[in-house]
Structures are given as structure tokens and as C-alpha cells.
């Protein structure tokens, strides 16, 4: 976990978004550089900048192909995906 009290470098992430994620984001992925390597804050800044409607309880994130949870912390060079609720037929 990042330390409050020391300046945070920016870290290079890729993003991937699916599904009503990607149709606001109006992309498939993304580069970006962040300057926090906590999840729920780099999601809280993409939802502002898209406008996303899912709250973060509703998506579930991926860090490097592997599922993972909103405690888990990111590195420069990661890869993230926001993967919002499937519905099946």
C-alpha cells in the first residue's frame, strides 16, 4: 500500500474495459498513467472522466488476467480489466 506521506511517482497502466463499460468509454482498452495504485481510486477517476453508471460493488477487476479485489494494489506496466455483470439467455 501506497505510504500518504511520500509523493506517488505516476504509474503506466493498460485498461481494458467490457461490454456497457467499453460502449461509454467508447474504447476497448486504454494506456494511462495514474497517479494512485489503489483500484477503486483509478476507477472512481475513469467513471468521472466516462461517466459510467455501475457503482464499483456492481464490477468486478482483473489484474494481469487473474481476478482480483478492490484491496489489491497495481504496478507500473500492469494490465487491469472493469468487467461489469454478465446477463445469460
Known amino acids: 500500500m501506497t505510504n500518504n506521506n511520500q509523493p506517488f511517482d505516476t504509474i503506466s497502466l493498460t485498461v481494458l474495459y467490457f461490454a456497457s463499460l467499453a460502449e461509454q468509454a467508447g474504447k476497448d482498452s486504454e494506456v494511462v498513467q495514474v497517479d494512485s495504485d489503489d483500484l477503486a481510486v483509478i476507477y472512481a477517476k475513469l467513471s468521472a472522466r466516462y461517466g459510467f453508471d455501475l457503482p464499483q460493488d456492481?464490477?468486478?477487476?482483473?489484474?494481469?488476467?487473474?481476478?482480483?479485489?478492490?484491496?489489491?494494489?497495481?504496478?507500473s506496466g500492469d494490465t487491469i480489466a472493469f468487467i461489469p455483470p454478465v446477463a445469460g439467455g
Not at 489484474?63 to 479485489?69: Q, R, V
Not at 478492490?70 to 504496478?75: A, L, Q, R
Open 58 to 75: 456492481k464490477v468486478a477487476v482483473a489484474i494481469n488476467h487473474e481476478f482480483g479485489g478492490w484491496g489489491d494494489t497495481v504496478s
